[in-house]
């Protein structure tokens, strides 16, 4: 057994809870101490009987972390990083790496120059079902990829908008919140995607950010890729709803990703592929069959933790990397541009 990792969380929103609750509960991790600038978050700290602190430097001299989690807002994610760098302490920094992509150069920047490990937190890459579903499109069952289609709406309530900071720009809309995720994803399926183009409307709750975006995609690979997004739809197509992967959500058994290629295709997350009855017999006459891949689903977060104690034992290389999560940050970034001045934008080698 190894000594278990001595483990910090810096912002206590939503997600920094949850990933303090899961440090507290896993067996290869202590929870050294939480902090937060907002002190009427320090129950939280009392309730997991750890140390709370409101400033990050306190907490990394006196408590020591090897690594901490940086769950703060977007635009703080470069000082934090920068302030665990000078203590070579590694950092997870949830997604999206950074508000801009000189920050996220910056983090960059330091982690090559200090040598420390950043994983970015997008998470979906350790989910069984997104890893079965890269396996198969990378495995050559489907031929060759032509296109994917992706369908992310669902009705947020009204009360979720009582935070400022999701009506307006840089961080609010559902393309930096949500759909930072699905990009990352659909880069870990298919491959970089090398130009976008989206258009974004606001029409129903009229704020400074968008509600609903269509995105047209083109991959490296040569495949296409359609997107639809929206924040202000009844509807049960999300990753959130389909995967039953947060419990916060209804649970719906459909799909929300369709992966095409030239020998079969792929329904996700039901994992329906589809392919001719005879490999020889191909073309519109002729019957195709579904079958599943079954899958073992567990907890990404959980997994994500896993990995991200082994990254700092130097037992794996991350997942996602400064310059990955850069690299998805870039692609977000591209979609409001794109969105903003109505042109097609490629997205710069990393």
């Known amino acids: 057994m190894s000594t278990p990792v001595g483990l910090a969380v810096s912002g206590l929103g939503w997600i ?24 009427s978050r320090r129950p ?15 907490l990394l001299v006196s408590e020591r972390p090897e690594a901490v989690i940086i769950a703060t807002p977007n635009q703080t994610h470069a000082e934090i990083m920068e302030l665990c760098a000078r203590q070579s302490v590694h950092v997870l ?13 910056r983090i960059r920047n330091v982690a090559d120059d200090t040598g420390i490990k950043v994983l970015v937190g997008h998470h979906r890459r350790h989910s069984p079902l997104i890893q079965e ?28 908008f009582e935070v400022d900071w999701r009506c307006k720009r840089p961080g609010g809309g559902p393309n930096f919140i949500n759909l930072i995720h699905e990009l990352d994803t659909l880069r870990f399926i298919c491959g970089e995607i090398c130009r976008v183009c989206a258009l974004s409307g606001s ?29 202000t739809t009844a509807s049960p197509w999300s990753y959130e709803a389909t995967t039953g992967e947060n419990p916060h959500y209804f649970h719906a058994n459909e799909n929300c990703y369709r992966f095409f290629g030239t020998s079969g295709s792929l329904a996700f997350p039901r994992m329906e592929l589809w392919q001719y009855v005879r490999a020889s017999h191909t073309g ?67």
């Open 284 to 350: 519109w006459q002729h019957p195709m069959e579904m079958s599943r891949r079954e899958v073992i689903r567990t907890d990404p977060l959980k997994r994500q933790l896993e990995h991200f104690c082994r990254v700092i034992r130097h037992e794996e290389e991350s997942i996602i990397d400064a310059r990955e999560g850069a690299r998805s940050l870039a692609v977000a970034l591209a979609v409001l541009e794109s969105s903003q001045r109505q042109v097609s934008v490629e997205i710069p080698v990393a």
């Open 44 to 58: 939280v700290a009392e309730q997991l009987d750890v140390p709370f602190y409101q400033n990050i430097e306190e």
């Open 133 to 160: 579903t890269r396996a198969i499109v990378n495995s050559g069952v489907l031929g060759k990829l032509v296109g994917v289609s992706m369908i992310w709406a669902l009705l947020k309530p009204a009360d979720y």
């Open 93 to 105: 920094i949830e997604k999206p790496i950074a508000d801009t992509s000189a920050a996220a150069q």
């Open 203 to 231: 029409a129903v709750r009229q704020l400074d950010v968008e509600d609903s975006l269509s995105i047209i995609l083109s991959f490296d690979c040569g495949a296409l890729g359609s997107v639809f997004a929206s924040d």
């Open 16 to 39: 920094g809870r949850k990933h303090a609750e899961l440090i507290r509960t896993h067996r290869d991790c202590r929870l050294l101490g939480l902090c937060d600038v907002d002190s």
